[in-house]
């Protein structure tokens, strides 16, 4: 009888033990995952943080403005600043819009680099380059010219002008050009003419 019951009670420690070593792999099994898992969420989280911050810090500052003819060209300066990779000219997007004095909006948009009737040369070219060499791609510290016509981009005139700097200057309005880039960001310049002729600044 003495043999039995001991028998029993190895029997019963053996199962306590291989279901105790069964938990000790089970919790460890679990602890690798999440900690994996965890891994995983914090690099995500870092490339979150780093492309945010690339694309915070990419901006197109407007240097300056002027008129470029005696009718609706502007000539802009621009520099284009960022953390992350350069971007081609062709997914730039600008708008040029006004309301006028009996509340009509006008509205011109395009491409940097999009082809202009007024223009001799290119439409954008870098600070130091001649006028006839277009960069394909904006490169973050380097200034560019943008030439820009008013009007809605019908006609051999533009259609009037609209937003022009004669057409603003005449009116005694306000435009604004904006230039929109790829993943979002966006620069808004406010355009005032106080004194009419080529080359005179643009406010």
């Known amino acids: ?13 053996i199962g306590a033990m291989v279901l105790f070593i069964g938990t000790l792999i089970a919790i460890t099994t679990s602890m690798y995952v999440m900690i994996n898992q965890l891994e995983v969420v914090t690099q995500s989280t870092q490339k979150v943080i780093s492309t945010t911050s690339k694309e915070a810090h990419t901006q197109v500052i407007f240097v300056g403005a002027w008129i470029d003819d005696a009718y609706d060209d502007y000539l802009f300066m621009i520099e284009y600043q960022s953390l992350g990779k350069e971007v081609n000219i062709d ?3 600008w708008v040029l819009w006004c309301v006028d004095n009996a509340d009509n ?3 011109r948009m395009g491409h940097l680099g999009d082809d202009l009737v007024s223009a001799e040369g290119a439409t954008i070219w870098e600070v130091g380059e001649t006028w006839d060499v277009e960069p394909e ?10 030439n820009t016509d008013g009007g809605t981009g019908t006609g ?12 603003i200057y005449d009116n005694g309005l306000t435009a604004y050009y904006t230039i929109y880039l790829p993943f979002g960001g966006h620069s808004t310049q406010e355009l005032k003419v106080n004194n009419y002729g080529v080359g ?3 406010v």
């Open 91 to 93: 997914e730039v997007g």
């Open 137 to 146: 791609t904006l490169e973050s510290g380097k200034r560019y010219f943008v």
């Open 156 to 167: 051999p005139t533009g259609n009037g002008g609209q937003c022009g700097p004669l057409h």
């Open 200 to 202: 005179e600044s643009v």
């Open 1 to 13: 009888m003495k043999e039995t019951d001991e028998d029993i009670f190895a029997q019963v420690g």
């Open 105 to 107: 909006h006008h509205r």
